[in-house]
C-alpha cells in the first residue's frame, strides 16, 4: 500500500489519507488500515524492536495515530512516531491546540456566509453506528465558512443549490461535522449514513463517496517547529466541483 507524505520529521508524519481506506483495526474491518501501514514502516519496525512490549502500551495498540478519520473523508492524518510524541500530540488535541480544517460540499444553500454550531452530539440510540444532537452529549462546536455555490445537475430550485464550505473543528466529536450540516438542513452530499437515501442514491452517480475532506492540520511539532499541512483535494471530488456551475450571488 502507498500512502503520500505530506510532512515528517524525526517525530511526526502527515499523511493523505486516501478515500475507502480506514485508519483503525476492528473485528469487523476487513483488508489493510492505517495501522498496518505504518507498521510496515521501516522506522515503527525498528522502534519496537528496540522496546519491550510492555512500554507504552497505548502507542502499541494505537500504532501512533493520533486521531481518527472516517473511512471515506480523505486528508490529513498526524502519525506520531515515538510514544513521547503522540503523548505530547494527544495532549494538544485534548486542549484544542490543533487547528484542523475540512472541505465540505453540501445539499442547501448555507446561511449565513460565516457561523458557528455549537450542539452536543451522543451516539444514536436507534442505530450504533450513527451519532445524533442530544441534550446528554458531549460539548461539539464546528464553525463554518461559505466559499462557493453551485447549481446541483438536474435540479433547479433554490434550496437544492450545493454550497461548498471551509469548516474549523474546535472539538473532534466522532461525525461531528457530518451530523451538525445534516441537523442544520445541509447534509454532506452523497453522505450514506445521515442523508435521505433516495438523494444518497442520486448522489452516488455523480460522486462514489461523501464530500468531506480533511484540508488542513496545524500544530507545534514536538520539537517546537510551527507547521501547517495541507492535504490537495481527492482527483475525483475535484473534477465534480469542475463540472459544476456557479451560482452567481446577486
Same mark, same amino acid.
Given at each position: ?13 502527515? $499523511? ?11 473485528? !469487523? $474491518? ?31 495498540? /494505537? ?34 491546540? $490543533? ?33 445524533q444532537v442530544h441534550y446528554e452529549g458531549k460539548k461539539a462546536v464546528t464553525?463554518w465558512k461559505v466559499e462557493t455555490r453551485f447549481n446541483y445537475p438536474g ?10 464550505? /471551509? ?10 461535522? /457530518?451530523?451538525?450540516? !445534516? ?13 435521505n437515501r433516495k438523494f444518497s442514491r442520486e448522489d452516488r452517480k455523480y ?9 488542513? $492540520? ?33
Amino acid at each position: 500500500m502507498e500512502m503520500a507524505v505530506l510532512y515528517e520529521d524525526k517525530e511526526t508524519l502527515v $499523511i493523505n489519507k486516501p478515500v475507502d481506506l480506514v485508519v483503525n483495526r476492528a473485528e !469487523s $474491518i476487513r483488508g489493510e488500515t492505517v495501522q498496518d501501514w505504518v507498521e510496515g514502516q521501516g522506522w515503527y519496525k525498528g522502534l519496537k524492536d528496540s522496546r519491550t512490549q510492555d512500554i507504552e502500551a497505548l502507542y502499541w495498540e /494505537r500504532s501512533g495515530v493520533c486521531h481518527r478519520l472516517d473511512k471515506e473523508t480523505s486528508g490529513c492524518l498526524m502519525i506520531a512516531k515515538t510514544p513521547e510524541a503522540l503523548r505530547y500530540y494527544l495532549g494538544l488535541f485534548k486542549n484544542r491546540k $490543533i487547528i484542523k480544517t475540512y472541505l465540505a460540499l453540501v445539499h442547501g444553500r448555507v446561511e449565513p456566509e460565516i457561523g458557528e454550531v455549537v450542539l452536543p452530539l451522543k451516539r444514536s440510540l436507534n442505530d450504533r453506528e450513527k451519532w445524533q444532537v442530544h441534550y446528554e452529549g458531549k460539548k461539539a462546536v464546528t464553525g463554518w465558512k461559505v466559499e462557493t455555490r453551485f447549481n446541483y445537475p438536474g435540479h433547479e430550485h433554490w434550496k437544492d443549490a450545493l454550497t461548498l464550505v /471551509r469548516l474549523n473543528l474546535k472539538t473532534g466529536r466522532t461525525h461531528q461535522i /457530518r451530523v451538525h450540516l !445534516s441537523f442544520l438542513g445541509w447534509p454532506v452530499f452523497s453522505d450514506y449514513k445521515y442523508l435521505n437515501r433516495k438523494f444518497s442514491r442520486e448522489d452516488r452517480k455523480y460522486l462514489s463517496h461523501h464530500f468531506l475532506h480533511a484540508e488542513q $492540520i496545524g500544530f507545534t511539532t514536538y520539537e517546537g517547529k510551527k507547521i501547517l499541512v495541507e492535504a490537495p483535494l481527492p482527483e475525483d471530488c475535484r473534477k465534480f466541483l469542475n463540472s459544476l456551475s456557479e451560482i452567481m450571488q446577486p
